[in-house]
C-alpha cells in the first residue's frame, strides 16, 4: 500500500505539468503562430472596430436585417442575482431551451411564432429552423430556405428590388462538403454584412 | 430520412473500420513495450518519468496490486482537482477573475472528471478558470482515459496469459497509453480544429458591439487542446455550456466529423488489440460485430424518430420535412445530430452536439438506453471493452448452460468465480441508477429541480442518474442539478458506476490470467462466428430489456403516446 504513494504523487504532479500545462501551452504557442485568425475566435472588424465573430451568431431584430434562429440563452438578473432573464445570443452562457417534445411552453411559442412568421409571407411554408431554438443558443446559420423565406420582408423594408436580394442570398449559400458531408446553410452575420454593403439604388 | 443523411453515416461506419487495424496494431505495439516510430522521442521522457516516481517498468503487478495502485491514483487526483477549484480566484491564468467554486459543486466535478463522466452541474464559462480547465480538467481528460485503457489492458492480459500471476503493470500502461496514444494524436486532431476555427488562446473574453448595435461578451480560451481529449478520451466534459453544439467547440460538418470518429477510435481499436493479443484477430472482430450490430440499430431508430418530428406540430403551416430542429443546429441537421447522440451514448463520451432533452421521445430513448445497456457498443475508452467481455462471458455461461458444459472463452474455463463477479459488476449499474431514480422522484428536494412537467420531468430524473452512474455525463439539461441533493447523489452514482465495476473486472481478470489454456476440440462454442455475435447481442439487449423497460415505459414510452394524442405538459 504504502508504496503506491509516492508514484501516486509524483505522476498526477508531472501529469499535471505535461498535459495540463505543457500541452495546451504548446498548443496556443503553435495555433497562434499558424491561425492566428481562428486561435483567436475568428473576429470580424469593420471600419477597425470587432463587431463580432464570424462563428457566432448574433441577435438581430430589426426589419432591415436577415434574422437567425430563436436563441433561448439568458443571463442573470440585473435586479435579482438568483433569478435569469432571456438574453438572446448571449456569447457567455451558451445553452438550448431544453423543452421536451410534450412541453405545453414549447408548442405555444412555436405555434405564436409560426402563426406570426406565416403572416408575413403568406403561402410559403414556414421553414422549421426559424421557428425552433438551436442547441447553443448561438447559431450562426439558417438553412437556404430560411434566408429566401425573409426576402420580401427584406426588400421591404430597403426598399430593393427583390431579385437583388434573393440573389444576394443565392451568393451566400454554402453547399455541403464534398457535396454531401454536413447541411447548407447561410451565415446571418456575413449575409447582412454584405446587404449593408449593397449600394443603394 | 434522407439519402444525404444515410450516406453520411455510411462515410463514418466506412471510416471508423479502416482505422480499427492500423490503430489496433500500433497500440499493441505500444502496450506489449515494443518499439515504434514515436520510441525515439518518447522513450527517454518515459524512462525519465518512471525514474522520477520509482516505478520499476519491468515489475508486474498482481492484480490486487494493480487496482490499489489505480486507486491511489485517482485519489490523489481527486485532491488536487478539488484543490484547485476551491483555490482558483488565488491562483493565475483566471482572466475572468471567478470566484471560488462551491463545495459541493467542487465535489461532484472532482468525482466526474476523475471517473471519466465529466458530468457538469455549472455552467463553464462563468464558473471555471483557464487554470482549472487545463491544469485541472484536460489533466483528468487525459489520466482518466488512460485508467480506462489501462484496466482494459489487465482484462485483456487475463484472457491472454496462462498460469500467469500478473496482469501488467498500472504505472506503465497508464505513461505509454498518455504519451505514445493519446497525446499525438490530440496535437494533430487539436490543430485541424484549430484551422477550422476552434479557438486556442487565453486572452480575457472579446466585448464586441454587434451589426444592430447590441452588446455581446464573447467567451473564448485555450478550447482546441481540450477539445481534443475530451472527445479521444471519451471524456465530454465541455469548454462551454451547451459542449460540441457550439460553435466554437464544433464549428463544420468536419470537425463534427472528426469528433465523431475521435469517440470511437480507440474503443474500436481495442476490439483488435484484445483480438492481436489473445492470438486471433477474428476473435476482435466477433466482438467489433456485436458492437457495430447495437449501434446500427440505435442510430437507425433515434435518425427515423428525430427525422420524422414532433407531431404536435403537425397542424401548422411548417415545413415538416426538416425534422424535429428544437435544440439543434443547422450546420449538423438531422442526420449528424442522430449520429452524434447514437455516438456519444454508445461510447462513455456524453459530448452533445444537439440538446437531448430536446429529442423526440423515442428519439430520447435511445440515447438513455445506449447507456444502460452498459456503454459497450465501443463505448468508453477501455471501459467498453472490459463491460463488454462481462456480458460475453455471461453470454459464454448462458450457451454452457443450453448445452450442459462448462462454459469456455479463449480456451479459459468459467468457473462460478468469473460469472459471480461478472454478473455483480454489471448489476451494480442498474441498482444505481434505477434506486437514486426512485430517490429523487418522491422526494422535494430531487423534484424541485425537474424542467419539464409530466413524464418528460421523469425521463429528466432517470437519463441523469442512467449518465451519471454509466460515466457518461450528458444529460436532458433542463435539469438544474446544481445543487446539494443532486450534487452529491449524483456524485456517489459517478463514483459506484466506475470503481465497483472496476473492482470485480479486475477479479475476474486475475482469476483467468492464472488459468490454464484448455485445447480446443469438437464441443467448443466458436467464438468467432456469427452464432456467438448474435447470442451476445440476444444477452445484452434481454438483460438490459428485463431491467430497463419498466423505466423506460414510465419515461419516454408513455411520452411518445402522450404526444401522438395531442397532450401536453
Given at each position: 500500500m504504502l508504496q503506491?504513494?509516492?508514484?501516486?504523487?509524483?505522476?498526477?504532479?508531472?501529469?499535471?505539468?505535461?498535459?495540463?500545462?505543457?500541452?495546451?501551452?504548446?498548443?496556443?504557442?503553435?495555433?497562434?503562430?499558424?491561425?492566428?485568425?481562428?486561435?483567436?475566435?475568428?473576429?470580424?472588424?469593420?471600419?477597425?472596430?470587432?463587431?463580432?465573430?464570424?462563428?457566432?451568431?448574433?441577435?438581430?431584430?430589426?426589419?432591415?436585417?436577415?434574422?437567425?434562429?430563436?436563441?433561448?440563452?439568458?443571463?442573470?438578473?440585473?435586479?435579482?442575482?438568483?433569478?435569469?432573464?432571456?438574453?438572446?445570443?448571449?456569447?457567455?452562457?451558451?445553452?438550448?431551451?431544453?423543452?421536451?417534445?410534450?412541453?405545453?411552453?414549447?408548442?405555444d411559442r412555436i405555434t405564436a411564432d409560426t402563426n406570426k412568421l406565416a403572416a408575413e409571407n403568406p403561402g410559403t411554408k414556414v421553414p422549421m429552423d426559424l421557428v425552433?431554438?438551436?442547441?447553443?443558443?448561438?447559431?450562426?446559420?439558417?438553412?437556404?430556405?430560411?434566408?429566401?423565406?425573409?426576402?420580401?420582408?427584406?426588400?421591404?423594408?430597403?426598399?430593393?428590388?427583390?431579385?437583388?436580394v434573393r440573389a444576394l442570398v443565392e451568393a451566400h449559400i454554402q453547399g455541403r462538403i464534398a457535396g454531401f458531408i454536413g447541411e447548407p446553410r447561410v451565415n446571418v452575420l456575413a449575409l447582412n454584412m454584405a446587404l449593408d454593403a449593397l449600394p443603394a439604388t | 430520412m434522407t439519402l444525404n443523411g444515410w450516406l453520411q453515416i455510411a462515410l463514418y461506419c466506412v471510416l471508423l473500420t479502416l482505422l480499427v487495424k492500423p490503430l489496433g496494431g500500433y497500440m499493441t505495439r505500444v502496450f506489449n513495450g515494443e518499439k515504434t516510430f514515436l520510441s525515439p522521442a518518447l522513450k527517454p521522457l518515459e524512462t525519465g518519468i518512471y525514474r522520477l516516481c520509482g516505478v520499476r517498468e519491468?515489475?508486474?503487478?498482481?492484480?490486487?496490486?494493480?487496482?490499489?495502485?489505480?486507486?491511489?491514483?485517482?485519489?490523489?487526483?481527486?485532491?488536487?482537482?478539488?484543490?484547485?477549484?476551491?483555490?482558483?480566484?488565488?491562483?493565475?491564468?483566471?482572466?475572468?477573475?471567478?470566484?471560488?467554486?462551491?463545495?459541493?459543486?467542487?465535489?461532484?466535478?472532482?468525482?466526474?472528471?476523475?471517473?471519466?463522466?465529466?458530468?457538469?452541474?455549472?455552467?463553464?464559462?462563468?464558473?471555471?478558470?483557464?487554470?482549472?480547465?487545463?491544469?485541472?480538467?484536460?489533466?483528468?481528460?487525459?489520466?482518466?482515459?488512460?485508467?480506462?485503457?489501462?484496466?482494459?489492458?489487465?482484462?485483456?492480459?487475463?484472457?491472454?496469459?496462462?498460469?500467469?500471476?500478473?496482469?501488467?503493470?498500472?504505472?506503465?500502461?497508464?505513461?505509454?497509453?498518455?504519451?505514445?496514444?493519446?497525446?499525438?494524436?490530440?496535437?494533430?486532431?487539436?490543430?485541424?480544429?484549430?484551422?477550422?476555427?476552434?479557438?486556442?488562446?487565453?486572452?480575457?473574453?472579446?466585448?464586441?458591439?454587434?451589426?444592430?448595435?447590441g452588446k455581446q461578451l464573447i467567451a473564448q480560451g485555450p478550447v482546441a487542446s481540450q477539445e481534443a481529449i475530451k472527445m479521444l478520451g471519451t471524456n465530454g466534459g465541455g469548454f462551454f455550456n451547451a459542449n460540441s453544439s457550439h460553435p466554437f467547440e464544433n464549428p463544420t460538418a468536419l470537425t463534427n466529423l472528426l469528433q465523431m470518429l475521435l469517440i470511437f477510435s480507440i474503443g474500436a481499436a481495442l476490439t483488435n488489440v484484445f483480438g492481436r493479443m489473445v492470438g486471433s484477430q477474428r476473435q476482435g472482430w466477433a466482438i467489433f460485430a456485436v458492437m457495430a450490430v447495437l449501434f446500427l440499430a440505435g442510430v437507425a431508430t433515434l435518425y427515423a424518430s428525430e427525422a420524422a418530428g414532433n407531431t404536435l406540430l403537425a397542424h401548422l403551416p411548417l415545413d415538416h420535412a426538416a425534422g424535429n430542429m428544437e435544440g439543434k443546429e443547422v450546420r449538423f441537421g438531422i442526420a449528424n445530430s442522430a449520429l452524434f447522440a447514437t455516438i456519444t451514448t454508445d461510447a462513455s463520451c456524453g459530448a452533445v452536439n444537439t440538446m437531448h432533452d430536446s429529442l423526440t421521445p423515442i428519439g430520447g430513448m435511445v440515447p438513455m438506453l445506449n447507456i444502460m445497456l452498459g456503454e459497450i457498443i465501443f463505448g468508453g475508452v477501455g471501459s467498453g471493452l472490459y463491460g463488454m467481455l462481462l456480458f460475453v462471458i455471461v453470454a459464454m455461461f448462458v450457451a454452457g448452460?443450453?448445452?450442459?458444459?462448462?462454459?469456455?472463452?479463449?480456451?479459459?474455463?468459467?468457473?462460478?468465480?468469473?460469472?459471480?463477479?461478472?454478473?455483480?459488476?454489471?448489476?451494480?449499474l442498474p441498482l444505481s441508477m434505477l434506486g437514486f431514480t426512485a430517490l429523487a422522484v418522491v422526494i422535494p428536494p430531487g423534484v424541485s429541480a425537474l424542467a419539464n412537467a409530466g413524464p418528460h420531468g421523469f425521463s429528466e430524473a432517470l437519463y441523469a442518474y442512467t449518465s451519471a452512474t454509466g460515466n457518461n455525463g450528458s444529460a436532458f439539461a433542463g435539469l438544474s442539478a446544481n445543487t446539494p441533493f443532486w450534487n452529491s447523489t449524483l456524485g456517489l452514482a459517478m463514483f459506484i458506476g466506475r470503481f465497483l465495476m472496476i473492482v470485480p473486472m479486475l477479479a475476474v481478470a486475475g482469476s483467468l490470467a492464472a488459468k490454464k489454456i484448455v485445447p480446443v476440440s469438437a464441443g467448443t462454442f466458436p467464438t468467432d462466428g456469427g452464432l456467438f455475435v448474435g447470442l451476445v447481442v440476444g444477452v445484452i439487449l434481454i438483460t438490459g430489456g428485463l431491467t430497463f423497460l419498466p423505466s423506460l415505459a414510465l419515461g419516454p414510452i408513455v411520452e411518445q403516446l402522450a404526444m401522438h394524442a395531442g397532450t401536453t405538459y
Open positions: 503506491h504513494i509516492r508514484p501516486a504523487i509524483m505522476m498526477i504532479v508531472l501529469m499535471t505539468i505535461l498535459t495540463g500545462l505543457a500541452y495546451p501551452l504548446a498548443m496556443t504557442g503553435i495555433a497562434q503562430l499558424i491561425f492566428p485568425w481562428q486561435a483567436n475566435g475568428s473576429l470580424i472588424t469593420r471600419d477597425g472596430k470587432v463587431i463580432g465573430s464570424a462563428l457566432i451568431g448574433q441577435n438581430f431584430t430589426s426589419e432591415k436585417y436577415f434574422h437567425g434562429r430563436p436563441s433561448a440563452t439568458t443571463d442573470t438578473d440585473p435586479n435579482d442575482a438568483s433569478k435569469t432573464i432571456p438574453a438572446p445570443y448571449n456569447a457567455d452562457n451558451s445553452g438550448g431551451s431544453n423543452l421536451g417534445p410534450t412541453s405545453k411552453a414549447l408548442v425552433t431554438t438551436s442547441a447553443s443558443g448561438l447559431d450562426p446559420d439558417i438553412s437556404p430556405a430560411a434566408a429566401l423565406f425573409q426576402v420580401p420582408r427584406i426588400a421591404k423594408a430597403r426598399n430593393l428590388p427583390p431579385e437583388r | 519491468a515489475e508486474e503487478q498482481h492484480w490486487v496490486t494493480y487496482a490499489i495502485a489505480m486507486l491511489a491514483f485517482t485519489f490523489a487526483g481527486f485532491v488536487v482537482l478539488y484543490g484547485l477549484q476551491r483555490l482558483q480566484a488565488v491562483l493565475p491564468f483566471n482572466p475572468q477573475h471567478l470566484d471560488p467554486v462551491a463545495p459541493d459543486l467542487a465535489f461532484n466535478t472532482s468525482v466526474s472528471f476523475v471517473t471519466n463522466t465529466n458530468w457538469q452541474s455549472y455552467t463553464p464559462e462563468s464558473t471555471m478558470s483557464d487554470l482549472v480547465q487545463m491544469a485541472g480538467l484536460t489533466v483528468h481528460n487525459f489520466v482518466s482515459a488512460a485508467t480506462g485503457i489501462a484496466l482494459a489492458l489487465a482484462l485483456i492480459r487475463g484472457f491472454a496469459r496462462r498460469s500467469a500471476k500478473t496482469v501488467g503493470n498500472f504505472w506503465v500502461d497508464l505513461i505509454r497509453c498518455t504519451f505514445y496514444v493519446l497525446m499525438p494524436i490530440c496535437i494533430v486532431a487539436g490543430l485541424f480544429m484549430v484551422w477550422q476555427g476552434v479557438p486556442q488562446n487565453l486572452g480575457a473574453y472579446t466585448a464586441v458591439t454587434t451589426l444592430e448595435g448452460l443450453m448445452v450442459g458444459r462448462t462454459p469456455e472463452y479463449l480456451g479459459k474455463k468459467l468457473e462460478a468465480k468469473e460469472v459471480k463477479m461478472a454478473m455483480l459488476g454489471i448489476l451494480i
